[in-house]
């Protein structure tokens, strides 16, 4: 308990001087977690832990302008909407645990759902969703001129890791999750890389540039979670700024994003994790899925990327068909972001439809657990489509 207090001050110390921190429920407190296992939390504890993240860990507000995009209402009720295996939404909704569901159809509102204890305030933990924003951010800091060249390779950005097996790959290898470093990402192992590696920049970067290179860089696809960090922190390097404000000014106010999100930081004071975590409601992750639906167009009409970056991000890689920058591609040319635990934001152009999402399931990241969200997305698309 002594140290769950201690990161409480912390996290207090880290956001920034006027921002409103959510105070967790008396419910949540009784529950938070007093342990730093965010994989292996279990039932209340895991509730409490995602709804009040930015209570456990050190992080950064992402500011909102205090004028949301516009969300209509056209509701319908999709609750009898039956997956391939027969079941339906509400079946679905709460087997997996899902702490929120969202459908968007033609920019309108046709279903919003709560459970778990959410409300449309909740603040959620994003996990890898957090991955896809930072690959928008990147667009932005192309446009900007920060990035001169995706292919440039990552220690010219990130000088600590010459002379390791970072010598080789580029920026976008690391987008696309390509690097051909060895990384184990096996969640359910306790002695995994990415259950063992410290999550602070520099030991961090320790722990990378002694992993052995597996392939040539742009040949394998693997999910590398820390590499992710690195993105986040090549980002930092090249804009000179901080993501969560970068995020605020490129993204968060200009496509009117209702409420203040927080972004987690690897330590306090620090650098924000590239591939974990924005703490942000589900109404946002909707307008996020809006967002890149558009392809990246404001409100306004103007654009914070270079030109065609949404379609390039999500273009197929080399080395995996269904992986973009940072973005996961299905072959109906629908793509998603995706957290462990059941985060996710989808997206369907042809249709029009957004869908985001928010559980805590038992599983951090399971096949069948991924095959039924998939079919979640598909029949929910294809409903509010007929």
């Not at 409103?20 to 039932?43: I, S």
Request: some cysteine; charged content about 20%.
């Amino acid at each position: 308990m002594l140290r769950l207090i201690s990161l409480l001050i912390t996290c207090c110390l880290t956001i920034s001087a006027g921002a409103r921190l959510p105070e967790p429920t008396p419910e949540d407190r009784a529950n938070l977690p007093d342990n730093p296992a965010t994989l292996f939390w279990k039932g209340e504890q895991k509730i409490a832990g995602f709804r009040n993240m930015v209570n456990l860990t050190p992080a950064r507000l992402i500011e909102a302008s205090g004028e949301a995009s516009d969300l209509p209402r056209s509701t319908r009720d999709l609750n009898g909407v039956t997956l391939p295996n027969s079941m339906t939404v509400d079946e679905y909704f709460e087997q997996q645990k899902v702490a929120g569901l969202l459908v968007i159809k033609d920019g309108e509102i046709v279903y919003e759902r709560y459970g778990l204890g959410n409300d449309e305030d909740s603040l959620w933990v994003s996990f890898s969703v957090a991955k896809s924003v930072v690959a928008m951010l990147y667009g932005a800091a192309v446009k900007d001129g920060y990035i001169k060249d995706l292919d440039a390779p990552v220690t010219d950005y990130l000088p600590h890791l010459k002379n390791s097996s970072y010598d080789e790959s580029s920026i976008r290898n690391i987008l696309q999750m390509s690097s051909g470093v060895e990384w184990n990402e096996d969640y359910a192992d306790p002695n995994s890389d990415v259950a063992t590696a410290s999550w602070e920049t520099i030991e961090l970067y320790e722990f990378l540039r002694n992993k052995p290179r597996e392939t040539k860089p742009g040949d394998k696809f693997n999910y590398n979670t820390a590499e992710t960090n690195l993105a986040g922190t090549l980002l930092r390097s090249a804009i000179g700024n901080n993501l969560a404000t970068y995020l605020s000014d490129k993204i968060w106010k200009p496509a009117g994003m209702e409420a203040d999100a927080y972004w987690q930081l690897t330590e306090p004071g620090g650098g924000e994790f590239g591939g974990c975590c924005i703490n942000a409601t589900l109404r946002d992750y909707g307008r996020i899925g809006l967002f890149a639906m558009s392809g990246g167009v404001l409100p306004d009409g103007s654009s914070p990327f270079t030109p065609g970056w949404m379609d390039e991000s999500t273009a197929p890689s080399k080395a995996f068909d269904g992986y973009g920058y940072f973005w996961w591609l299905n072959p109906d040319d629908t793509y998603q972001a995706t957290g462990i635990f059941g985060q996710g934001i989808y997206i369907n152009k042809a249709k029009n439809v957004v869908i985001a999402i928010h559980s805590a399931r038992e599983d951090a990241s399971k096949g069948e657990d991924w095959e039924l969200q998939g079919a979640l997305y598909t029949a929910l698309a294809n409903a509010v489509s007929d």
